[in-house]
């Protein structure tokens, strides 16, 4: 009787571990219907992209290219500008010149997996490797030196990464934080589902993957879990692909709130009223009892990528950098 227990329980147990593997191994990610609100930045058939700084790389601690562009400002107030979700620095283009004509040295930076940052598009070694590549680029910038106020500045699945480091270990590598139409987390208020159709999620397999993670086993996490609603290649120019761990990488996580508590240095989130990816209106009543020290601005009329572009909506960003900085 008792061996006939133990080969049940054998056989539900390899039963489990097949359908725990088939979720990881097959569960990808499916191409959602080409959002132009999340692909297509209003005007920049229109921009002169000659105006771009020339591409400079430094060299992270793996010996990756980190690279980013240099938009010379004041020596003292300096700003990290992080983009969005499948972006490069080169989507940031108009907002960096708005920052630096308001006084601002802007390094506009391709994270890790995007425009040709790192080892492959779409990926990261492991989780949080965009947090070291950061304290790679202070100190091999020479920002950590006395003297200078340092702003990290990032839009969408930037603006949550901004949020994540100012929420964490590495909160003192910059002064202050200004987040742009942060995403926040799948459960959040400010979300829509599924990021207005932003997003396409391999749920099942972000499950099963976080369930290892949790018990410390960082297995398969190159997979690919999240695809954006574009129809761009992945090249130095796109990333429209994320893996587990890039993705992972990016969010302030499950414990979102915490995170948010968390914070204590000056920190801003400016979003545009009519943001087709989140909920604007639900900024200010989210942060209230979670942490009223972060300020929130809706600015009127404004889309998710006019954010990024659009010159009322650049300047409202830079008197926010301004705010921070007590100008």
Do not use: C
């Amino acid at each position: 009787m008792f061996r006939r227990i133990l080969i049940a329980a054998g056989l539900l147990l390899l039963v489990v571990i097949g359908a725990f593997a088939a979720v990881i191994a097959f569960n990808a990610p499916t191409a959602p219907p080409v959002l132009a609100a999340g692909n297509t930045i209003p005007g920049i058939a229109q921009w002169n992209f000659a105006e771009l700084p020339k591409p400079q790389t430094l060299k992270a601690r793996d010996g990756a290219p980190l690279n980013y562009r240099l938009y010379p400002g004041r020596p003292d107030g300096v700003i990290v500008l992080v983009h969005g979700s499948s972006g490069t620095d080169v989507s940031m283009l108009k907002l960096a010149q708005a920052l630096q004509a308001a006084g601002a040295t802007v390094y506009s930076i391709s994270l890790r997996g995007h425009g040709g940052s790192g080892a492959a598009n779409g990926d990261v070694s492991y989780v949080g490797q965009l947090n070291d590549d950061l304290a790679d680029l202070v100190k091999g910038l020479g920002l950590d030196e006395p003297g200078i106020r340092r702003t990290l500045v990032g839009f969408s699945s930037g603006g949550g990464f901004v949020l994540r480091i100012a929420g964490g270990k590495q909160a003192a590598l910059f002064n202050d934080y200004l987040a742009i139409s942060p995403y926040i987390g799948q459960d959040a208020p400010t979300n829509k589902p599924n990021a207005g159709g932003w997003s396409g999620v391999a749920v099942p397999r972000i499950i099963a993957l976080s369930l290892l993670d949790g018990i410390g086993l960082p297995w398969f996490q190159g997979l690919p879990a999240v695809h954006f609603a574009t129809d761009a290649k992945a090249s130095n120019s796109r990333t429209p692909v994320y893996s587990f761990r890039l993705a992972a990488s990016l969010q302030l996580g499950r414990d979102w709130r915490s995170v948010l508590a968390r914070i204590s240095a000056p920190t801003e989130i400016v979003v545009g009223a009519n943001d087709e990816l989140f909920n604007a209106d639900q900024f200010k009543p989210m942060l209230q009892p979670i942490n009223s020290r972060i300020g929130a601005t809706v600015v009127p009329n404004e889309t998710h990528l006019g954010m990024i572009a659009d010159p009322p909506a650049t300047a409202a960003i830079a008197a926010a950098w301004r705010k921070l900085a007590g100008d």
